[in-house]
C-alpha cells in the first residue's frame, strides 16, 4: 500500500486546508482523524468546514465524516475498522491518502499499532465514573501499572473514563496485554505538522469562536437537546457542546459560557501539542512546517517531500 501521507496540528493550525490543497496535487483522497467530526448534526461546533474540501471547484473527497448519528458511541476501535476499510479503498483505486486531523490518541494508535482500545466497553464501570471529577478520575487512572498508562491520552474525562477502562481490564488481564499491544497492523507514514506560533493561535481560536457563535452554534446545541440528546451526552463530547449546554440549560451566564469555552479551547490546542511532542517520543518522526508560509508554498513542500520520501523507502 501507498504510505500514509499524514497531516496534524493543533486546533485551528490550517491543516485542513493543507490538507485539501495536498489532495488536489496528488490527487488524493482526505481520511479525517477528529473523534467528533463522525457524528451527523455536530457541524458547527466541531469545526467541519465542509465548504473547505473544495478547491478551484473540485471537490476533495472526504472520508470519516458524518458517518455517525449524535448520541452514538464510537471509539479508537470503531475508528481503526473504518480507517482499514477506507484506506484499502482508496489504495484499490490508486488514490493516495491523506490521513488529517488533530486527535492524537487516534492517530498514535495507527501510526503505532497500539491497539488498546479494542478492549471492550464496560457500562457498569462507567455508571460508576461517570460524575466523578476530572481530578478524581486522574487519581484512579494512576493506581494502575499497566503499559497502557505510557500511552493513554487522558486530556478530557471523556478519555480519562475511557483511559481507566482500558486500565482495569489489562490490570484483570494481564496475559493479553503484550496481544493488545500488538494486535494492529502499522502502516509506513510520512508526517506533517502544522504548529502557528502561539500568539496566532490564540487569536486564530478567538476569532473562530465568535465567528461561529455568530453562525448559530449555539442554535445548533438547541437543535440537538431537541432531537433527543440529554444535557449529559452533549456534556460528554466536550467544548463547544458542555459549555453552550451549561448556559442552555442555565447553569453559566452567556458572558460565563463564552468566556469559559474559550478558555478551554486555548488548553485543549496546548494540550494537542503537547501530545504531539509525546508521538515524536515515541519514535514518530513529524516534519514540521513553517505555519506562516502561504498554504500553496506549505503544500509543495509537502508534495515534493512526500515525493522523495516513498522513493527512499522504496
Known amino acids: 500500500m501507498k504510505p500514509l ?48 474540501y473544495t478547491i478551484d471547484r473540485i471537490d476533495i473527497p472526504y472520508h470519516l465524516i458524518n458517518i455517525r448519528d449524535a448520541g452514538e458511541q464510537y471509539n479508537v476501535n470503531d475508528f481503526h475498522r473504518d480507517f482499514s476499510k477506507a484506506y484499502a479503498e482508496l489504495d484499490d483505486r490508486g488514490s493516495t491518502t491523506v490521513l488529517c486531523g488533530g486527535t492524537g490518541f487516534y492517530l498514535h494508535s495507527i501510526l503505532t499499532g497500539h491497539a488498546f482500545n479494542a478492549i471492550p466497553v464496560n457500562e457498569e464501570l462507567r455508571s460508576l465514573l461517570i460524575n466523578l471529577s476530572k481530578e478524581e478520575l486522574t487519581d484512579r487512572f494512576h493506581t494502575y501499572n499497566t503499559e497502557y498508562q505510557k500511552l493513554a491520552d487522558t486530556s478530557t474525562h471523556k478519555r480519562l473514563i475511557r483511559a481507566i477502562e482500558i486500565s482495569q481490564y489489562l490490570t484483570q488481564n494481564p496475559e493479553l496485554a503484550q496481544d493488545w499491544n500488538q494486535s494492529v497492523e502499522k502502516p509506513e507514514a510520512v508526517i506533517y505538522g502544522l504548529n502557528p506560533p502561539v500568539e496566532i493561535r490564540r487569536e486564530r481560536i478567538s476569532a473562530r469562536l465568535n465567528a461561529r457563535l455568530a453562525e448559530g452554534m449555539i442554535e445548533e446545541v438547541e437543535r440537538l437537546m431537541a432531537s433527543g440528546l440529554t444535557p449529559a451526552q452533549l456534556i460528554y463530547y466536550g467544548l463547544e457542546y458542555k459549555y453552550i449546554t451549561l448556559y442552555l440549560t442555565g447553569q453559566l451566564s452567556l458572558t460565563e459560557m463564552k468566556a469559559r469555552l474559550e478558555t478551554e479551547i486555548h488548553r485543549f490546542a496546548k494540550r494537542q501539542m503537547t501530545f504531539f511532542r509525546k508521538m515524536e517520543k515515541d519514535g514518530l518522526y513529524i516534519h514540521w512546517i513553517n505555519a506562516m508560509m502561504e498554504t500553496g508554498e506549505q503544500s509543495e513542500f509537502v508534495v515534493s517531500h512526500y515525493e522523495e520520501a516513498i522513493n527512499r523507502l522504496h
Open 5 to 52: 501521507l499524514v497531516i496534524l496540528g493543533p486546533t485551528a493550525s490550517g491543516k485542513t486546508k493543507l490538507a485539501v490543497k495536498v489532495s488536489k496535487l496528488i490527487h488524493g483522497e482526505i481520511i479525517s482523524v477528529d473523534s467528533r467530526q463522525i457524528y451527523r448534526g455536530m457541524d458547527i461546533g466541531t469545526g467541519k468546514d465542509l465548504h473547505e
